[in-house]
């Protein structure tokens, strides 16, 4: 396996390029899911590109570009320059050596590689760095609502064997709606805080890495009595809800963000989980990653079976437009972003 650098060049001005820069990189992506690829990218100034790439020969790499729109199109010439990869970060081992070609590039796998332990740097939490707040401050504006107390609730008692053994995805439901206890006593079981202590730390209602406790819990509603439809903030701590602006067609965006699943609109509420990444980050570094998507498996579960006592139907939402469903809650995709979500309503 040989590697080399392609330096290109625009033969026509930047601005000509229009919509063939987009099908330019619908073809990198071919060449990533193949492995040949590493990196790509414009120079500066943007008068072409670099792009780190492998092959058995410059011919087979000549061949793979023939079919690039922009040479195809005459708009920009290629330099085919070889080197030797003496040395090379960890993580890049297995793409430079050829180990693995054929499947081509995983970014999957790479996850999981470089989410191992040998790979983790010291934490913040090591580092003596502040630990991140517990909770997100309310919203500057947007009125606040107490829910029915925790220990208030009045739910009939469902055996835990005929829970989990009924529980099931459903994403039919009547057009009957949630009392405000009913959410509450949802809510208390998916995100509950029995207590916050001295590390600080909360003590939830469901297990997380460490005591992290790393969500945020986002609500669609459609059909509670005495909420209007709109989009609210769950303040654990408090146990309260706080209404956040969304707008009146706010449903049907979420939906068109859940690649239009439309139980997301037919659902009393919609729950959307929202990582706090500082939270976990703080004490495990690239490996909280991994114990977030778990800590939202524990939340979702929670929510199945609480239900059932209900007698509502769940299910989870993990297909979504992570770009669109993040810009529509306000979150930077980075930082914050949506994890995981749920459906729910009364079933028949």
């Given at each position: 396996?040989?590697?080399?650098?392609?330096?290109?060049?625009?033969?026509?001005?930047?601005?000509?390029?229009?919509?063939?820069?987009?099908?330019?990189?619908?073809?990198?992506?071919?060449?990533?899911?193949?492995?040949?690829?590493?990196?790509?990218?414009?120079?500066?100034?943007?008068?072409?590109?670099?792009?780190?790439?492998?092959?058995?020969?410059?011919?087979?790499?000549?061949?793979?570009?023939?079919?690039?729109?922009?040479?195809?199109?005459?708009?920009?010439?290629?330099?085919?320059?070889?080197?030797?990869?003496?040395?090379?970060?960890?993580?890049?081992?297995?793409?430079?050596?050829?180990?693995?070609?054929?499947?081509?590039?995983?970014?999957?796998?790479?996850?999981?590689?470089?989410?191992?332990?040998?790979?983790?740097?010291?934490?913040?939490?090591?580092?003596?760095?502040?630990?991140?707040?517990?909770?997100?401050?309310?919203?500057?504006?947007?009125?606040?609502?107490?829910?029915?107390?925790?220990?208030?609730?009045?739910?009939?008692?469902?055996?835990?064997?005929?829970?989990?053994?009924?529980?099931?995805?459903?994403?039919?439901?009547?057009?009957?709606?949630?009392?405000?206890?009913?959410?509450?006593?949802?809510?208390?079981?998916?995100?509950?805080?029995?207590?916050?202590?001295?590390?600080?730390?909360?003590?939830?209602?469901?297990?997380?890495?460490?005591?992290?406790?790393?969500?945020?819990?986002?609500?669609?509603?459609?059909?509670?009595?005495?909420?209007?439809?709109?989009?609210?903030?769950?303040?654990?701590?408090?146990?309260?809800?706080?209404?956040?602006?969304?707008?009146?067609?706010f449903i049907n965006r979420l939906m068109e963000a859940c690649r239009q699943q439309q139980h997301v609109v037919d659902s009393a509420v919609t729950f959307v989980w929202v990582a706090v990444r500082e939270r976990m980050y703080w004490r495990?570094?690239?490996?909280?990653?991994?114990?977030?998507?778990?800590?939202?498996?524990?939340?979702?579960?929670?929510?199945?079976?609480?239900?059932?006592?209900?007698?509502?139907?769940?299910?989870?939402?993990?297909?979504?437009?992570?770009?669109?469903?993040?810009?529509?809650?306000?979150?930077?995709?980075?930082?914050?972003?949506?994890?995981?979500?749920?459906?729910?309503?009364?079933?028949?």
């Amino acid at each position: 396996m040989r590697h080399f650098i392609i330096d290109f060049h625009y033969t026509v001005p930047a601005e000509q390029l229009g919509e063939t820069t987009a099908e330019h990189r619908a073809f990198l992506q071919a060449g990533y899911q193949q492995g040949l690829l590493l990196f790509s990218g414009l120079k500066v100034p943007g008068n072409g590109g670099m792009i780190v790439a492998r092959a058995e020969s410059t011919e087979e790499l000549a061949e793979f570009f023939k079919n690039d729109p922009y040479q195809q199109k005459g708009m920009a010439t290629y330099e085919y320059i070889e080197f030797d990869p003496v040395s090379n970060q960890g993580f890049l081992e297995e793409w430079v050596s050829g180990k693995g070609e054929a499947a081509g590039f995983s970014p999957g796998q790479e996850f999981m590689k470089m989410t191992r332990y040998q790979y983790q740097a010291p934490s913040q939490q090591s580092q003596g760095l502040p630990q991140p707040p517990l909770e997100l401050s309310p919203a500057e504006s947007g009125k606040t609502i107490d829910l029915p107390a925790p220990d208030t609730i009045q739910i009939s008692p469902i055996d835990l064997r005929q829970a989990i053994e009924h529980r099931r995805s459903r994403r039919h439901y009547t057009d009957l709606p949630l009392t405000m206890e009913e959410l509450s006593f949802l809510l208390w079981l998916t995100q509950g805080v029995k207590e916050v202590t001295n590390r600080p730390a909360t003590q939830r209602t469901v297990p997380s890495a460490g005591a992290r406790h790393a969500f945020e819990t986002y609500l669609a509603v459609n059909r509670v009595e005495g909420l209007p439809a709109g989009l609210y903030h769950f303040l654990a701590i408090e146990h309260r809800l706080q209404e956040l602006p969304s707008g009146p067609d706010f449903i049907n965006r979420l939906m068109e963000a859940c690649r239009q699943q439309q139980h997301v609109v037919d659902s009393a509420v919609t729950f959307v989980w929202v990582a706090v990444r500082e939270r976990m980050y703080w004490r495990y570094g690239e490996r909280g990653y991994r114990f977030l998507h778990l800590d939202a498996g524990h939340v979702c579960q929670n929510l199945y079976l609480a239900a059932e006592a209900l007698h509502c139907g769940v299910c989870a939402i993990g297909a979504y437009d992570d770009d669109n469903i993040n810009q529509l809650l306000g979150l930077d995709g980075v930082d914050q972003f949506v994890i995981y979500g749920a459906t729910l309503g009364k079933r028949g």
